[in-house]
């Protein structure tokens, strides 16, 4: 099985046509720019611009990724595999591995205008890892069948407007064929997919405009800003919080219980999606006391298999192959769980190596589905909390507060590469408390 999963990725390297055109068969992102200005704008400052240049894509290539590919023969694909999807300019030209981003190479154009709008197709049943069928040339794929351009021929495609465009890199098998990023899957298989609400709807903003200077006014022109994750803004909100108890009054000393509703009613397939082997949503809740005192609560364990993973523990250590691949002596793991305070519900999904320890390196994941504790699109999720209140607490007011929040890297890992803080910081999602009264 393992064996046909190498040739997996070399087939599909090949399908991809890599190296089968050169940089000069691509325009630049400026030149597109020239005419679709405010596009040209949104699009640079989202992700798709910055796939290849972002440092933590960087590090996670060139001290990780391709070091390690260079020594397992298993994993050799990612060479080009990883460029495919964020360089894919250097790509299909054949350069493999690219310059790094400091080197000013076309790669750093990341995803661009030319990539998206030259794919007409895809080469999979159901597409995953990098199997766009791309024609470059004069002819601009695009979402309508009127509009006219002086410098280029523009052409209707359906795929252009499809969910399955973006499946094609946002879907990923690793070479040991454990599904390592869903996120088109889960949407299919989730409500949104059942009613036709594309992902163009929910990271494409549509308004009245025009897409170039001297085009028809359009009602519902496709903006290109593609936020995630990574936009402070569309996390918020994402997910519904509250708090509910049955008693809203305790004796010092006696036991409280509530618990924590959360609803994702806005994302359209899990929440996290996409890098789940690195991305953590959490809740942290506390008591204040009349005084201002605070204590942290743990949450109350439910029993299903895998849920150590699930509640953050300090002593946990993980990411083990981080110190095989960089080749430091004595490296133990760094912490799995970066700061999040213990007793912490974490939704995530935790990715294993060959050698059965959790890892963010998802080229090297063998098995992905001992827990999947995060929250689906529509799906609430209920957490119970029970708490000896101390007996010498002041009487009054009890403060009950709960934070969710969101993390795109482990902040060990964040702090170990020295990346950016702004690349690993707690980013809120939600709040919400509740008072109870201490008698
Ligand atoms: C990640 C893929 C992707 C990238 C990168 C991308 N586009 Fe698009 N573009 C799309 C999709 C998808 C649509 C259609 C949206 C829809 O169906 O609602 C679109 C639509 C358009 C349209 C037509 C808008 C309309 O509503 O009439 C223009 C013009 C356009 N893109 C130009 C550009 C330019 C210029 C760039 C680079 C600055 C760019 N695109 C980068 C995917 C992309
Ligand atoms: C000289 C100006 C100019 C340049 C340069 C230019 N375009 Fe356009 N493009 C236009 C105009 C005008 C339209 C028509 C817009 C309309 O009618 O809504 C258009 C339409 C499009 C569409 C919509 C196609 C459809 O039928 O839905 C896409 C996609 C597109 N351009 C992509 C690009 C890309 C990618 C580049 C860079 C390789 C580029 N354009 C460069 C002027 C330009
Ligand atoms: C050619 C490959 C490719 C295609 C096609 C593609 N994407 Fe992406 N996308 C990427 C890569 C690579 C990243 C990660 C950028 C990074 O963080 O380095 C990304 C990131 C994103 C993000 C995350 C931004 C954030 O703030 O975290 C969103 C949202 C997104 N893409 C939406 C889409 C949508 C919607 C489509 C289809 C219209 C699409 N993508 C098509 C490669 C692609
Ligand atoms: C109903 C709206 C909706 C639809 C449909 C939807 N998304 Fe999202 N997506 C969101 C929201 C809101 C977020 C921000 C919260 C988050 O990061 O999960 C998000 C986040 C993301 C992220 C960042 C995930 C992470 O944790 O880093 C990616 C990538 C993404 N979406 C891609 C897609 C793709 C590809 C599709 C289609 C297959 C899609 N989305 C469909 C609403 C939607
Ligand atoms: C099939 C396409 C595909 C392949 C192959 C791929 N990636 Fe990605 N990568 C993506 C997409 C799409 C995202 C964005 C997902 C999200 O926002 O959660 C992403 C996200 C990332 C991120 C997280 C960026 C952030 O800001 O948190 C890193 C790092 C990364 N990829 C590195 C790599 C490396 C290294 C490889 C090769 C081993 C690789 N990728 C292979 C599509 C791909």
Request: net charge positive; hydrophobic share 35%; proline share 6%.
């Amino acid at each position: 099985m393992f064996g046909l999963a190498v040739s997996l990725w070399a087939v599909q390297v090949n399908a991809a046509a890599m190296g089968r055109h050169s940089y000069s068969d691509f325009k630049k992102p400026g030149y597109c720019g020239m005419c679709h200005q405010e596009i040209f704008q949104e699009w640079q400052q989202g992700l798709m611009s910055q796939a290849f240049t972002h440092e933590w894509d960087q590090v996670e290539y060139f001290k990780l990724a391709l070091p390690q590919a260079r020594k397992l023969e298993k994993v050799a694909g990612v060479k080009a595999g990883c460029i495919a999807c964020h360089g894919p300019l250097a790509f299909l030209s054949g350069d493999i591995p690219p310059k790094p981003a400091s080197a000013g190479t076309r790669a750093n154009e990341g995803v661009s205008c030319d990539i998206c709008h030259s794919i007409t197709g895809t080469s999979e049943p159901v597409p995953f890892n990098f199997s766009y069928i791309i024609e470059p040339g004069n002819v601009k794929n695009g979402p309508r069948s009127d509009s006219q351009s002086p410098v280029h021929k523009t052409r209707y495609s359906k795929f252009t407007t499809s969910p399955e465009l973006c499946a094609t890199c946002h879907d990923e098998q690793s070479p040991y064929g454990a599904w390592v990023k869903t996120t088109y899957r889960e949407w299919k298989a989730g409500p949104y997919g059942k009613e036709g609400v594309r992902c163009q709807d929910c990271h494409m903003y549509h308004a009245a405009g025009k897409a170039a200077a001297g085009g028809k006014m359009r009602s519902d022109l496709a903006h290109h800003n593609f936020h995630g994750s990574h936009f402070p803004n569309k996390l918020a909100g994402a997910v519904d919080l509250a708090l509910y108890a049955r008693k809203k009054a305790v004796k010092r000393g006696g036991m409280l219980k509530f618990r924590a509703e959360l609803f994702n009613g806005k994302v359209g397939h899990y929440i996290p999606s996409g890098s789940t082997e690195e991305r953590m949503l959490w809740l942290e809740v506390w008591a204040i006391d009349a005084n201002g005192k605070s204590y942290k609560i743990p949450v109350s364990r439910k029993g299903f298999a895998g849920e150590d993973y699930t509640i953050a523990d300090s002593s946990a250590l993980a990411y083990q192959a981080i110190g095989e691949i960089m080749e430091i002596k004595g490296f133990k793991g760094l912490k799995r769980d970066g700061n999040i305070p213990d007793g912490a519900r974490i939704f995530r999904k935790p990715f294993f190596d060959p050698k059965g320890r959790m890892t963010v390196c998802q080229w090297y994941t063998v098995d992905n589905t001992k827990v999947d504790y995060r929250i689906g699109p529509r799906e609430t999720k209920i957490e119970q909390y029970s708490w000896k209140v101390p007996g010498g607490i002041p009487k009054g007011r009890l403060v009950i507060k709960a934070n969710l929040l969101y993390s795109e890297v482990p902040s060990s890992i964040g702090k170990f590469f020295k990346l950016p803080e702004k690349e690993y910081a707690p980013l809120l999602v939600n709040t919400a408390t509740m008072v109870i009264n201490v008698r």
